[in-house]
């Protein structure tokens, strides 16, 4: 998984893309999957109802992640083909590191993307047979 320069990132439209900053606020397996990041003024929930494997790296295991992360923020924060904070990976190691076969054949028939949500001091990889259900609800309205 780490050092993966086979990765092939394209980018995936959500509300939060182009946000000036995320952060990682929780990760809950309770009914599928809910990854939730904010930003200064926002929280985004994102919501996998289905779900294949995933991972979470944390900002202690991101200089050995499949993203280079420098590459990555600042594709990030370039106007010109910009990446934003989700993206849609294609050609992972990490994802062919799976039993294609019970994966794709078995356990998820309609296929499998993989999906991930990167935050300044972490990241999701996930593979889900569809995007997510993504909710948005305003920081000052939660105290």
């Known amino acids: 998984m780490a050092f993966d320069k086979t990765l092939i990132l394209e980018r995936w ?11 990682i606020v929780r990760l809950i397996e309770e009914e599928g999957l809910t990854f939730c990041v904010r930003d200064d003024e926002y929280e985004y929930a ?3 109802d289905s779900f294949g494997p ?8 991101l200089e050995a992640y499949q993203i280079d992360v420098v590459e ?32 794709h054949h078995i356990y998820f ?7 991930s949500i990167q935050t300044w001091d972490s990241c999701l990889d996930i593979l889900a047979p569809q995007a997510p259900v993504i909710s948005i609800s305003r920081l000052t309205d939660k105290k």
């Open 109 to 115: 028939q309609e296929g499998l993307q993989h999906y």
């Open 72 to 103: 990555y923020r600042a594709s990030a924060n370039s106007t010109k083909n910009a990446l934003g904070w989700t993206c849609l990976v294609s050609n992972s190691l990490w994802e062919k590191s799976f039993n294609e076969g019970l994966m």
């Open 46 to 48: 994102f919501k996998f």
């Open 13 to 23: 439209e959500t509300p939060c893309s182009d946000a000036k900053g995320l952060f």
């Open 54 to 61: 995933y991972q979470v790296a944390d900002e202690a295991f």
